[in-house]
């Protein structure tokens, strides 16, 4: 079974201030992505990385895939409440099935 | 308009009953998916089904089964209902074979009691 693990899994801070959320595995994935949920929703795709070492940017927010394809990383600069919310990374394995992280769940105080 | 929609929204039910859930998207894609997420937020792939393969992980109890009367449609059978099985239930579809991209429901909140 792969699993994803990501850090920390609860995390409050003040607006303005810079964040990272981890998510890190054992396994090698062929692509990972990162998703946000906001209560009484669905998880909505962010990014998507699929080659190793790849970096990409969303406004806001940069992601980072490890050069083995084990861990990937969300960085988000200067927060803002409305980036409170669930954010679940997941990694495709070779079944084409999704596996995914715990979860950070973010809290941006203004 | 709504891509991926699930009918209920909330569902209470007893021990033992038998219940469904509906999933339609009007995307076009041709793989849906269920994902159970329980009270910790962890989420996790039921089934995958296009109009070729179903795929299930071998954790589901076979008491849940997917059925698909069309490809917009993909709902989720649950026979004789225990405790467990109260979670949020999260429909899902993709293009065929390509996971890169999944567009979730608003999932049903399955309290059983």
């Known amino acids: 079974t792969q699993l994803l693990e990501q850090s920390p899994q609860f995390l409050s801070i003040q607006e303005g201030e810079n964040l990272t959320v981890y998510c890190n595995s054992s396994?090698?994935?062929?692509?990972l992505q990162w998703y946000r949920q906001e209560p009484g929703e669905g998880p909505v795709l962010l990014v998507t990385?699929?080659?190793?070492?790849e970096v990409k940017k969303l406004k806001r927010l940069t992601f980072q895939f490890g050069d083995a394809r084990k861990d990937s990383s969300l960085h988000i600069t200067a927060a803002q409440p409305g980036d409170t919310g669930l954010y679940l990374c997941a990694g495709r394995n070779a079944g084409n099935m999704l596996t995914f992280g715990g979860g950070t769940r973010l809290m941006v105080k203004p | 308009d709504t891509a991926v929609s699930q009918t209920p929204k909330y569902l209470v039910t007893q021990m033992g009953n038998d219940k469904s859930i509906k999933c339609e998207q009007n995307l076009g894609h041709d793989t849906m998916y269920w994902y159970k997420q329980d009270s910790k937020k962890f989420l996790k792939i039921m089934f995958s089904?296009?109009?070729?393969?179903?795929?299930i992980n071998e954790t589901v109890p076979n008491r849940f089964s997917p059925k698909s009367p069309d490809k917009a449609h993909l709902n989720l059978h649950i026979n004789s209902l225990e405790l467990g099985d109260s979670a949020v239930y999260f429909c899902a579809s993709s293009l065929q074979g390509n996971s890169y991209e999944q567009y979730f429901g608003p999932g049903t909140r399955l309290t059983v009691t």
């Open positions: 089904y296009n109009n070729k393969e179903l795929i």
């Open positions: 396994s090698v994935f062929s692509s």
């Open positions: 990385v699929v080659t190793g070492g």
